[in-house]
């Protein structure tokens, strides 16, 4: 199988947060997509189940989906896209609202909103599919949205909590075998650690 066509495919990207145990959360995503053009409207989301924000959406039942704009700065994306929030609370600094279901969002650097609670899923091994209704929409600002291929065009690279095959670097690398992070790296350097789940370098194994 040639996985270089994925790379083919370009996908929006867009923000998923949603109210933790003890503090908020939110993970940088590639694979939410609308799936009906009708009353109820409904999205499909597939969610790493190593990432913090798929626990708080099991907990909650429900979650909230920006859509990025194509401004939105690169660290903002890292910093949903790379840091763990078993380690560090990404909403510190940041001015966030709550939804109708008690979930944050964003709003600056936006498109728009949506709040949308869970009513199906569907067990995908290391990840979770879910079927949510939309309870809320918002237009949050003008402009084009923001997608892999701009992000990967402007030096962009890829965020661990991409959840489909089309990654922002390709698919090279090395995959932690304990929670599917690929390190965009021709070799791990001695003493790596997997961010996401600190799995050791001997976890990972050559895509």
């Excluded at 003890?22 to 109820?40: E, F, W």
Aim: hydrophobic letters at 35%.
């Amino acid at each position: 199988m040639n996985r270089k066509a994925f790379n083919r495919i370009n996908y929006g990207l867009f923000l998923i947060t949603a109210a933790g145990e003890s503090q908020p959360q939110g993970c940088v995503v590639n694979s939410l997509h609308q799936v009906t053009s009708s009353m109820p409207f409904k999205f499909s989301l597939t969610v790493n189940k190593s990432n913090e924000t798929f626990k708080a959406i099991e907990a909650r039942g429900a979650f909230s989906a920006t859509v990025l704009a194509k401004d939105a700065p690169k660290e903002l994306v890292d910093l949903f896209g790379y840091k763990s929030g078993r380690v560090v609370n990404k909403f510190d600094g940041l001015t966030a609202q709550t939804d109708g279901n008690g979930n944050p969002y964003l709003t600056e650097h936006m498109l728009a909103r949506f709040s949308c609670k869970v009513v199906d899923r569907l067990d995908l091994g290391n990840y979770m599919l879910y079927i949510a209704e939309t309870t809320e929409a918002e237009v949050l600002g003008d402009g084009p949205a923001l997608t892999v291929d701009d992000y990967k065009n402007g030096g962009g690279s890829t965020p661990p909590s991409a959840t489909v095959v089309r990654t922002l670097q390709g698919n090279e690398g090395w995959r932690c075998t304990i929670c599917g992070y690929v390190a965009d790296k021709e070799e791990l350097p001695e003493g790596y650690q997997c961010p996401i789940c600190r799995a050791n370098r001997d976890k990972f194994v050559k895509q």
